[in-house]
């Protein structure tokens, strides 16, 4: 399987992203926002991190670099994405998935493992996954999803919210939302998706040395759905 | 504008040096020279009070690879790998602008780590507030706190450990030390030492802007009432430039084009360029009108002192420019050949085709002022005769719970989760513990940090503080297996020209000084911060001292958290009850006089290297070290990281119940072990000479002392996790 991990001038989870891919059996490459093509992709990944240090609006102006374009095609054509915290921000920006990401509640970043529930298994990215409740880390200064009525029934209609703020046993309550969220949504898919947004970072859980093993629970499943 | 005495006095430069700098000039600088002058003799760049007294201190040892006057320090943690590191200070700025002030200086921090070619792997910091009853604290420590998170974070670097503190002594000065650690191959350090003639040198990075000049001559003053008039001269940090030139610096390393290469920190392109001259003992030549400026009709006054940020300034290789620049454009950096190399041995200016300064580099460097201030020697205060029926009226509970929730003891989660600690991948122990821990990337070794201070006890006896904290660092560093390397030091005093704040000075560097001689554990890198005071009153004393240690399988890394239930818990090192300057005399008994616990320097020794053995030998499950609240405080926060509890027992000792609970005796940590390994831990012990005590077993979830009184841990954590979060949001 390939992947492909977009470096923006100001990402810097690309090259943990990178680990995350090779460490599960992806042959990835890293490619550099300026480039015009994207190469033979299975799986595209916008990293997060600060692209363009978050000016003007987080996401905004790596939305408009020279390789969204092709990034776009990819996904018109059915192609995979995921972006993760930064990357579902220039997601969002790209108008790829709906909604906007505002500052966080609190007015704080934060820095720690969450639990999320799995909403919707029928995709590429969840089908197949034992588990309802997933443990992630976030760490983050803009991850509060935020929509109109009208987005949120067409999302929640569409079956799009990917993944929710919750406690260990899946209970979904404003105590367990971490940064304001609507509907403690912590991650949400296009209309067909094949495009995955979310804020916390599997990346970040693939070895049981650092915050927990639930993100290599995910890249396993995600390279077994793609073989 | 004429330069006349006045002019220099108005730059923070005495009479004496004035008359010195004519002198050696032999004849009256003019504006721009004078300007330059001031930056390199003050305080905070020329070490005049202090270079005389830091002599003294151990810089070299068999795992040093660069000792202090470089960009950082570096050791080898062997496999051609090294970790460069280094902490420094930002109080003056960040007290006038928390946000800049304390962004900037991690920005500043990181920047000394890559300019030797290091990818920054970790940041420490170490940052102490005003009491929290004084109406600035607050704010100050939430700009700080988002100032340090704000530019940390953007660049990608996990912030995994930390130390905050109160002390009124910071009202009208607080202190905002930084820390950061990088990684290198050993062959591939670079130095900011110029060579050969000729040589292009080179601009990267920001443009030059008016922001910070003389920043470097206020962190040379006191504070008075006109401090808000200074917020000029406070830094505007962009992490995201900073983020680009690391990566562009990376990549131009990678590479055999750089001869030297040197960050723009204080003083900006004038420190830079005249340290890589000095050091390469060579001349070098600048056209200002070819330095990047931000602003239209900057003077080279402006320009030479500017302290805009992400800045550096490189010395290549004849022929490498285009390459060079490929890669500066490639990043969206600017890049310019300003200047090069001479042989004239001086720094020479030009402006519009004008020659707008000579000055001989020695003069600046080699003959800056060096003072032997006067000094006063600290007495050991007498020890306090606390009456016994005192503290037999205390019930141990209670104090705890006083303990847990002092603003001093209790749990910093609301700052570190503001800052990144995970980003990397490899950080294997967060904040919170006795130090972080980062592995090296794609190896098993694992490089433990951890930065502390003890203002109270250098306060009330700066020798004894001094040893005293550099021992603290040593055991943070056991306390996870790590084997102690080296340290930074960050020393944050009053007026070095008020005989007591130098005493306090020479004392606590002297304390430094013998105790990282001992435990061989050297100083490879740090800074002086003076002047950390308002009118005529300084802070307490506080070296910072920052800690590195190795790992050498991450796999052995011990944690703080009790892990089973059923499992012995130990406190090894002699508990005596020294109860004076202890968080429970200060806080509870309102008891401020008598002398700090004593260090022995044979028993610290003797005691981390018998740990460092059980843990060698997978006997110890978790542990800790015993500081702030004694014994009971260590235990408990055991506990509230491990979720269990423990039926604490004092053993019969003539000592009081709350001496032996709450006292502040030195070199003690508290251990974990299987009931089968009991008795060969307790075999070592005893072959070692090492004192120790059984404290208890562990239980599930409750805290029982001496079978008469118990608590949940639940309760416990509540106290000891919420006094923070409360204070922060009222």
């Known amino acids: ?227 | 504008m004429l330069v006349n005495e006045q002019v220099a006095l108005d730059h923070g430069l005495k009479k004496d040096e004035y008359a010195k700098i004519c002198e050696l000039l032999k004849r009256t600088p003019n504006i721009t020279e004078l300007g330059v002058f001031s930056a390199m003799w003050n305080e905070h760049c020329s070490y005049k009070s202090s270079r005389l007294h830091l002599k003294k201190l151990p810089t070299k040892g068999k795992q040093v690879i660069q000792g202090p006057g470089e960009n950082a320090g570096v050791i080898d943690i062997g496999d051609n790998d090294a970790i460069v590191f280094k902490i420094e200070s930002h109080n003056h700025p960040s007290f006038i602008e928390p946000y800049q002030g304390a962004a900037t200086g991690v920005g500043g921090i990181m920047r000394d780590v890559f300019t030797m070619g290091a990818r920054p792997i970790a940041n420490l910091n170490s940052i102490h507030f005003g009491s929290p009853q004084n109406k600035k604290t607050k704010n100050l420590l939430r700009g700080v706190v988002h100032g340090i998170g704000g530019y940390g974070n953007c660049m990608g670097v996990p912030t995994i450990a930390g130390q905050t503190s109160f002390d009124s002594s910071y009202n009208g000065n607080i202190l905002v030390n930084a820390m950061t650690l990088g990684l290198v191959k050993k062959d591939k350090i670079f130095y900011s030492k110029a060579a050969g003639l000729n040589k292009p040198v080179i601009y990267v990075g920001s443009k030059t802007g008016r922001d910070g000049i003389h920043g470097a001559s206020m962190a040379s003053a006191s504070f008075d009432e006109k401090i808000e008039e200074k917020k000029p001269t406070v830094q505007v940090g962009d992490p995201f430039t900073e983020k680009l030139l690391l990566e562009a610096c990376l990549e131009l390393m990678a590479g055999d084009s750089i001869i030297s290469i040197q960050d723009m920190g204080a003083a900006g392109l004038t420190s830079s360029s005249i340290e890589m001259a000095s050091k390469g003992n060579l001349g070098i030549e600048i056209n200002l009108n070819k330095v990047p400026c931000r602003e239209s009709k900057m003077t080279p006054y402006e320009i030479m002192l500017s302290e805009s940020q992400e800045r550096m300034l490189i010395v290549l290789e004849n022929g490498k420019e285009e390459q060079a620049k490929k890669i500066f454009d490639k990043w969206n950096l600017d890049f310019a050949v300003i200047g090069k190399t001479t042989k004239s041995k001086k720094i020479e200016l030009y402006f519009n085709d004008e020659k707008v300064a000579s000055i001989p580099v020695n003069t600046l460097v080699e003959n800056s002022p060096m003072y032997d201030r006067k000094w006063k020697k600290a007495k050991l205060p007498k020890k306090n005769k606390i009456k016994k029926e005192e503290l037999n009226n205390l019930k141990v509970l209670n104090v705890l719970k006083k303990i847990l929730s002092n603003p001093n003891v209790c749990s910093k989660e609301w700052i570190w989760q503001q800052y990144d600690h995970t980003v990397m991948g490899d950080t294997i122990q967060k904040p919170g513990g006795d130090s972080g821990v980062v592995r090296v990337h794609g190896t098993n070794k694992a490089v433990a940090a951890s930065v502390d201070s003890s203002a109270v006890y250098c306060w009330a006896h700066p020798l004894t503080g001094g040893k005293q904290v550099v021992c603290e660092s040593f055991r943070n560093l056991i306390s996870v297996g790590a084997k102690p390397i080296a340290i930074t030091n960050c020393l944050n005093f009053g007026s070095p020209e008020n005989e007591e704040n130098m005493g306090e000075f020479v004392e606590c560097v002297q304390g430094i000084s013998e105790a990282s001689e001992y435990l061989k554990f050297p100083v490879v890198s740090g800074n002086v911060s003076f002047y950390n005071q308002t009118k005529d009153i300084g802070i307490k004393p506080t070296p910072s001292i920052g800690g590195i240690g190795l790992i050498k399988d991450y796999k052995n890394m011990i944690t703080m958290d009790l892990k089973e239930i059923g499992n012995i818990v130990l406190v090894i090192g002699k508990t005596e009850g020294h109860i004076d300057q202890s968080i429970f005399a200060r806080s509870i008994l309102d008891e401020k006089n008598g002398p700090p616990p004593e260090i022995n320097l044979f028993n610290e020794k003797n005691i981390g290297e018998t740990l460092l053995k059980l843990i060698d030998n997978n006997f110890i499950k978790s542990a800790h070290d015993v500081s702030l609240g004694g014994i009971i405080t260590a235990v408990s926060k055991m506990c509230i990281k491990g979720n269990k509890g423990i039926n604490l027992k004092k053993p019969k000792f003539l000592i009081n119940e709350i001496e032996y609970f709450f006292g502040e005796d030195q070199g003690r940590y508290i251990v974990e072990v299987t009931k089968k390994n009991l008795t060969k831990v307790m075999d070592i012990l005893n072959k070692n000479a090492v004192h120790f005590d059984e404290l208890g077993v562990i239980n599930e979830n409750e805290l029982y002392i001496n079978e008469k009184t118990k608590v949940t841990i639940d309760e416990l954590k509540t106290y000891n996790k919420n006094w923070l979060i409360d204070y922060m949001s009222k």
Request: with cysteine.
């Open chain 1, 1 to 227: 399987m390939k992947s492909s991990v977009i470096t923006f001038p100001g990402s810097n989870c690309d090259r943990d992203m990178d680990v995350a891919l090779k460490k599960f059996g992806f042959k990835n490459k890293m490619i550099w926002h300026d480039d015009l093509e994207l190469p033979k992709s299975d799986l595209v990944v916008l990293p997060g991190g600060f692209s363009y240090g978050d000016y003007l609006r987080c996401g905004s102006m790596a939305s408009k670099s020279k390789i969204m374009k092709s990034v776009i095609n990819f996904a018109k054509s059915g192609g995979l994405i995921i972006g993760v915290c930064n990357g579902f921000q220039i997601l969002v920006e790209s108008g790829l998935v709906p909604g906007v990401l505002l500052r966080n509640k609190y007015l704080e970043f934060i820095c720690k493992n969450v639990f999320v529930k799995i909403n919707n298994k029928q995709n590429s990215y969840f089908k197949n996954i034992n588990n309802n409740v997933l443990e992630f880390h976030i760490a983050h200064n803009e991850g509060n999803y935020f929509c109109t009525d009208d987005q949120l029934k067409e999302i929640e209609d569409n079956e799009q919210v990917a993944i929710n703020y919750c406690n260990k046993e899946g209970r979904i309550e404003d105590q367990f939302n971490p940064n304001g969220s609507i509907k403690n949504i912590a991650g949400i898919f296009n209309k067909e998706k094949n495009i995955l947004g979310m804020m916390p970072h599997p990346e970040r859980m693939i070895d049981p040395s650092l915050s927990g093993e639930d993100g290599s629970l995910f890249f396993k499943n995600l390279i077994n759905n793609l073989k």
